[in-house]
């Protein structure tokens, strides 16, 4: 099995239109992520010929509150032929609703009607992914720099939902960046998580850019992905410190203790 990686679209290249940053990104044999399609033009994404590996799985609405989180399934319904037209079978969810990467309505504590609901809210997307043949995958965020006010979003808590839901089609997106300034102890994490992950997101910090920028030893970490035999995607969603092609082959580089494995 050909291990994966990709990297998103929206965070390097930004000099060039989107589609040319898909063909870049294609071109150099990465999977092409996005943070959304909504506004985009999916006819010259499609004749870019890139593979797309992820896009966000839903528009509006919250996971977790009751008085919303209807809308996420039914938004997801809606944006399920634009990832099936772009061959993306990955769909992102949140613990709560971002606007612009921002809390929609901020909430400092988590309650056991937030869990109740964020875990029927996952199973019926198990469902809606069953029925069409794509994942959800529920992503951990940081509540210190980047996403104050989102409850339920430390790794730890993310795991324990799709855990609970125990469906197939139910994942963790596993955002190493967001995790190492939330929890850290990033390899335990790795292990413990393992067999609920359906992506791992990379960026180091501070900084959010490519490995090698910062803190994390993403080669350590790619050590560890090939001694726990993973196979999923690695993604990175980071912006380039400098040359954004300089950025993703450090990416490349620091990964190769995974990719150049054996399963």
């Not at 010929?49 to 809606?78: I, K, N, Q, W």
């Not at 609703?97 to 964020?118: C, E, F, H, K």
């Not at 609970?164 to 190493?176: I, W």
């Amino acid at each position: 099995m050909t291990r994966k990686l990709a990297v998103c679209a929206e965070m390097v290249f930004t000099e060039l239109p989107l589609e040319q940053r898909a063909v870049a990104l294609n071109e150099a044999g990465f999977e092409v992520e996005l943070w959304d399609t909504a506004g985009k033009d999916l006819a010259a994404l499609e004749r870019t010929g890139a593979r797309f590996g992820s896009m966000s799985g839903y528009s509006d609405g919250s996971l977790c509150d009751p008085d919303t989180a209807h809308r996420v399934v039914e938004t997801a319904r809606e944006l399920i032929p634009t990832a099936q037209r772009l061959g993306i079978t990955r769909l992102v969810v949140h613990p709560a609703q971002l606007i612009n990467g921002q809390a929609a309505v901020p909430r400092y504590r988590s309650t056991g009607d937030m869990w109740l609901t964020a875990a029927k809210t996952l199973e019926k997307l198990g469902e809606l992914g069953e029925e069409h043949g794509v994942s959800f995958l529920l992503e951990n965020l940081n509540t210190i720099v980047d996403h104050p006010g989102i409850p339920l979003a430390r790794a730890k808590d993310t795991l324990s939902l799709v855990e609970a839901v125990g469906h197939p089609k139910v994942k963790m997106m596993l955002d190493l960046y967001h995790a190492q300034i939330g929890e850290g102890n990033l390899i335990d994490l790795l292990d413990r998580a393992l067999p609920h992950i359906g992506e791992v997101q990379v960026a180091d910090v501070p900084g959010r850019c490519e490995p090698g920028t910062g803190e994390v030893n993403y080669r350590s970490v790619a050590s560890a992905l090939a001694r726990l035999g993973y196979e999923g995607p690695v993604g990175l969603e980071a912006y380039a410190s400098g040359d954004s092609s300089e950025a993703v082959q450090a990416f490349r580089s620091a990964f190769e203790p995974w990719t150049d494995s054996q399963a």
